[in-house]
């Protein structure tokens, strides 16, 4: 999971085996045995969550990647691409391919707006959000996500009293709270296609965590924020709305920018490594000696709300690829 994807992840030295699709570069393609690893990952549900938290908060995400997840995860990204017949073309873009043509032209993405369910959740007096406050959310991840094919458009709304869904705590073997898990599979509509957002609290931290995009349990699939960090919330400096932001990016497919710290294991290459999360907005910052200033302003780094602006090239090509490979 991502606690509002600002968690350190463990560094993670991916091989050009796991480079592959979504950075314009070659891609290695499937190799035998990686049906049986994508099934494996399959069974691993809480290993495709991730998190993020505040500034200290939980510094050490309990669901972080290790380097055996994300080899499967990259494994089975690959294998079910080609089982939906697509490779990735000179651009890094997925196309499909044909038996009459060398290799696919055209990309698979095309714009998509994606329907939204909002689950408020509340404990009878606390965490209640007005359809305005919620339009508000999804004004501001329109705007973030303009430049990348995707749109959001409010779907339905409820809102479910329940003390214990309200403050949800991530035990230390970073399994999904079984309150959590409750909550997804009472409350959950829709297809993969459909963004399921759940507002809440944590108490630990977190300001809010996503499942990336897999073959997983469906019921499971969504974003938890906590409520307080939509624009206006009172999360200071995390009140912008960038936290579901950061979340969505993780539930297109995106990881952190300092996964893998100065090894760059973003899989993404046109963010510049960083070795560890970046606090505030610490213009300036420069952690590896690789090109290029740590991308602070990115929406996938820990900066404050007011610091994060931007996806990558390479970032949008990635959750695009993720997209039409899981979710469209």
Not at 114 to 134: A, E, P, R
Not at 184 to 193: F, I, P, S, V
């Amino acid at each position: 999971m991502k606690l509002r994807s600002r968690i350190a992840l463990s560094s993670l030295m991916l091989g050009a085996v796991a480079l592959g699709l979504g950075q314009g570069t070659a891609t290695a393609q499937p190799m035998a045995g990686e049906a049986t690893v994508a099934a494996d990952c399959a069974t691993h549900t809480d290993a495709v969550n991730t998190a993020r938290s505040a500034k200290g908060g939980n510094r050490v995400d309990p669901h972080e990647f290790s380097q055996a997840q994300v080899d499967r995860m990259e494994a089975a990204y690959r294998t079910a691409a080609a089982a939906k017949g697509l490779a990735p073309m000179a651009s890094g873009k997925l196309g499909h391919t044909s038996s009459r043509k060398p290799g696919p032209t055209t990309p698979a993405f095309a714009a998509t707006t994606v329907s939204v369910y909002w689950h408020v959740i509340t404990n009878g007096t606390s965490g209640k959000l007005t359809t305005t406050q919620i339009q508000s959310q999804l004004n501001v991840l329109n705007n973030a996500y303009a430049s990348s094919g995707f749109s959001f458009t409010l779907a339905g709304t409820e809102t479910t009293t329940n003390s214990d869904w309200y403050s949800i705590a991530f035990p230390a073997s970073g399994q999904e709270p079984s309150d959590a898990k409750a909550m997804k599979t009472a409350l959950h509509k829709g297809t993969k296609a459909a963004l399921n957002i759940y507002s809440t609290t944590f108490s630990d931290g977190t300001l809010g965590y996503a499942q990336f995009p897999s073959t997983n349990n469906t019921t499971l699939d969504g974003v938890v924020i906590d409520y307080r960090s939509i624009p206006g919330g009172s999360l200071s400096p995390y009140n912008q709305g960038d936290t579901a932001t950061h979340e969505v990016g993780h539930w297109v497919g995106l990881y952190h920018t300092f996964q893998g710290g100065c090894s760059g294991g973003d899989l993404v290459s046109d963010t510049p490594a960083e070795a560890s999360p970046a606090f505030g907005c610490p213009t300036g910052r420069d952690t590896c000696s690789a090109t290029g200033l740590d991308p602070i302003k990115n929406f996938m780094d820990y900066t404050d709300d007011s610091c994060m602006n931007t996806f990558s090239a390479g970032q949008t090509t990635r959750m695009q690829n993720q997209w039409v490979t899981y979710r469209g």
